[in-house]
């Protein structure tokens, strides 16, 4: 969403978007949930984007956003399926719609994602912390770099991933 606010913001104006000019004042406000801004705010900001831009371009987003969030919410619920199908072809829809290169690789990757998302959301489970070992042994093993030995260099690996040395790092 910010990448189209930017390019929305470089064609208008032919540079860097200031303070003053309507998409960019309602950045922070575009990044927030629909719910967590009152009518007030919601009607300022959506008012300031239907009147300066035209292409409707940063309105795209936004919707896009919220379309995938109420997907992510329906089937973190645990709906049924075919409601979670009917969501998600919505989100689908709107991004191809929308015809926003942004969106459209949005959607593909979700698209590429969506059985390991699901599955996320139905048991939370992840390999985080696989890969926040694998990121401790790649940052190990780059420190070391010029090790000749290469038992010395398994150590240095082992020592960095134990629970005590992260601990002791932290504090």
């Given amino acids: 969403m910010t990448e189209i606010r930017q390019r929305v913001t470089r064609t208008q104006t032919g540079g860097r978007g200031l303070k003053t000019d309507p998409v960019w004042a309602n950045c ?14 919601f009607t300022a900001m959506w008012n300031g984007l239907v009147d300066n831009d035209p292409t ?3 309105l795209d987003a936004p919707i896009a956003k919220e379309e995938l969030r109420g997907l992510l919410a329906t089937a973190k619920k645990g709906a049924v399926r075919g409601d979670i199908a009917h969501r998600l072809t919505r989100f689908y829809t709107w991004c191809a719609d929308a015809d926003i290169g942004e969106l459209t690789r949005l959607a593909g990757t979700i698209d590429a994602w969506w059985p390991e998302i699901e599955a996320f959301l139905q048991t939370g489970i992840t390999n985080a ?6 990121h401790l042994i790649k940052d190990a093993a780059r420190v070391a770099f010029g090790f000749r030995n290469l ?3 398994r150590r240095r690996v082992r020592f960095a991933c134990t629970r005590r040395q992260r601990l002791a790092a932290a504090a």
């Fill in 56 to 58: 409707d371009q940063a």
């Fill in 151 to 153: 038992e010395n260099q």
């Fill in 129 to 134: 912390a696989t890969g926040g070992t694998n």
């Fill in 28 to 41: 922070r406000r575009l990044l927030r949930g629909r719910e967590s801004l009152s009518g007030k705010v």
